[in-house]
């Protein structure tokens, strides 16, 4: 068992850091005497790979003692939209999925992916955020979609 917990430990030390570029608000829900307050988070995911698209993930963080040691799993509740800031140019060779983005949701066991596909048939980018906790089978998500320009 030790053994075990030691080597979780060590992967999450070595991972790469799971954080949004950019933190917009952290809006209070719930009311803890101990701890931090249950939230919604709202962050800012720019795509690496297309610029001027700006996608913003809402997504709930659990509070209280457990919650501020970074213990707690936060629940699979989020949303997101995604949008063009400015003109938006396909880079030739773009793949036609990938992944752009991802934060944590709890220590060890959850985290949210954004993932970027390219339809090249209607000239659309489509992101789609999903937690990797999977429920009955299936993942939650959320999807949205930006169109990039006249072909």
Request: charged share 15%; net charge positive.
């Amino acid at each position: 068992m030790r053994t075990i917990l030691t080597a979780c430990l060590i992967a999450a030390a070595l991972a790469p850091a799971a954080h949004a570029q950019t933190q917009i608000d952290s809006i209070s829900t719930q009311f803890r005497w101990l701890g931090p307050n249950d939230k919604i988070i709202v962050e800012r995911y720019d795509d690496p790979k297309i610029a001027n698209v700006s996608c913003y993930l809402s997504r709930a963080e659990t509070g209280g003692v457990a919650g501020g040691l970074g213990f707690a799993e936060d629940p699979s509740r989020f949303s997101i939209a995604c949008r063009a800031v400015g003109q938006i140019m396909v880079p030739a060779g773009l793949a036609k999925s990938e992944v752009i983005g991802f934060a944590s949701a709890s220590l060890f066991f959850k985290a949210f992916r954004i993932h970027r596909a390219f339809d090249a048939e209607k000239n659309v980018l489509v992101y789609t955020v999903v937690s990797t906790k999977l429920i009955n089978g299936s993942p939650f998500n959320s999807i949205s979609v930006v169109p990039a320009g006249v072909p």
